[in-house]
Each structure stands twice: as C-alpha cells, then as structure tokens.
C-alpha cells in the first residue's frame, strides 16, 4: 500500500479497498490520511509471506521507504541502509478470506512478487483483473496457468501521460493526476487496443527486456502486466 496514492485513487472512483502495508508508522499514517473515506478503506499492517499467522523479519528502508522488502538484498539494492522490523505476516488465502475476492487485486512487492504470482496459482478465487510488476518471462506462464489468457503491458514511465476517461468505464470519475510511482488506469479502463494474448504480451516483454538490456535510455524504469480473460473483454477467443 505504502501511502496509498494508488488506494486514494481507487477510493475517490467509489471502490472498497484493502491495503496491505508492512511499515507499521506507514500504514498508520495512511489509515489516517485516508480516514475521510471511512470504512469503504481497510489498512492491513502485515507482510505477505509463504505462510499467514506467524512473524517474519522485515527490511524497512527509511531513506527510500517504498522499497521496504522481506529480504536485505531487496530492500537496500546497494544503495541505502534498512532497518530490521518484526511484523506479523499473512498470505493471500487469508486475505481473500477475510476480506473477499477482489474485482482488481495490484502486487508490487519488493523481491516477493512471486510468493504473491504463486499463491494467486494455487487460490481458486480469481479476482477479475489482476496486475503485477513483472521480473521474469515465467510471471506470464504462471498468470497463464491460473487461468488469464489476456494481457496488457504498462511502463510506469509513460504515466504522466495519462489521463483517466470522462465518462468513466470503472466506477466514479476521478480527474487523477498520475506520475511514475502510481500504478495508473485498471481494468476497463485501459486502452482497449492494448490487451493481447498473454502469449503475444510475454514476446512483447522479452522484446522490452532485450532493449534495456542494450541500453536504458530506450526502455526505462520497469514494467506491469495487467491480466484478465477474453470473456471479461467480451473478445472472441484466438
């Protein structure tokens, strides 16, 4: 959640939303700045790990507070000092639930992607959009198996770009001003030409990824892949 520029989006559209945020002075901070929205907003101060109901250390970073992560490496990436907190922990299971099956669920969790791309696997509840930032071909293979055959590639750089649509397609309108540390437009709300076949998107990735490799300046920052099925987007199969 960190400070919940992403939940304040959502909320101010008339979602319900469920923040999950490690840090516990952040997700205090957040309930608070977001306490208007009374209690369509839920702030959980755990961390997501293999198992719920157990504690776990967590590596806060305070010079650079939203890369906070479950492993030293992660979270100083050799640039900044952390601090270890211990936290209580959840999982996904637990979160769905407690709180229900989310129309759109975002993970963007430092170096703990992939415990949330796993669980998502292994739940029989499918929220119907999902999105998450993308460290390797497999995220792809592993959405695909969870049963999502349609994706959408955003570069967070390409944000401030963006406006959202007026009439809006998801929820309330909202005349949000994105940067590149917010996760931007979900769901339907994305550009409708965008969305191919995960497979078509996974080769578009390894495309990106080949380009940063050769140089930075032409595939900047890092990337997210929204996920959901050819019946949502009312396509034909293919």
């Not at 996904?92 to 989310?102: A, I, S």
């Not at 029989?124 to 999105?131: G, K, M």
């Not at 965008?194 to 990337?223: C, F, G, H, S």
Request: with cysteine; glycine share 6%.
């Amino acid at each position: 959640m960190h400070r919940g520029y992403d939940s304040e989006f959502y909320l101010s559209k008339g979602f319900r939303v469920v923040g999950l945020e490690a840090v516990p002075a952040i997700c205090e901070a957040t309930r608070k700045r977001l306490s208007r929205f009374g209690a369509s907003f839920t702030a959980v101060n755990k961390a997501l790990s293999q198992r719920a109901g157990e504690t776990t250390t967590f590596y806060s970073v305070p010079d650079k507070d939203d890369w906070g992560s479950l492993t030293k490496l992660a979270a100083e990436k050799g640039t900044y000092a952390s601090v270890e907190i211990v936290i209580p922990t959840t999982d996904l299971h637990e979160l769905f639930e407690q709180y229900g099956t989310p129309y759109y669920i975002k993970c963007d969790l430092e170096g703990a992607d992939e415990i949330f791309r796993d669980q998502l696997a292994k739940d029989h509840r499918r929220p119907v959009f999902v999105s998450l930032e993308v460290n390797s071909e497999v995220d792809f293979d592993v959405l695909k198996l969870a049963g999502y055959d349609r994706a959408q590639i955003v570069n967070q750089f390409m944000h401030p770009f963006t406006q959202a649509p007026n009439p809006p397609i998801e929820g309330e309108y909202h005349n949000a001003r994105f940067n590149g540390e917010t996760s931007g437009l979900f769901g339907l709300e994305l550009p409708r030409d965008k969305w191919r076949t995960i497979e078509q998107a996974k080769d578009m990735y390894q495309r990106w990824k080949a380009l940063k490799a050769m140089d930075d300046n032409l595939a900047p920052r890092w990337v997210d892949v929204h996920v959901c099925t050819t019946e949502t987007l009312g396509l034909r199969a293919c």
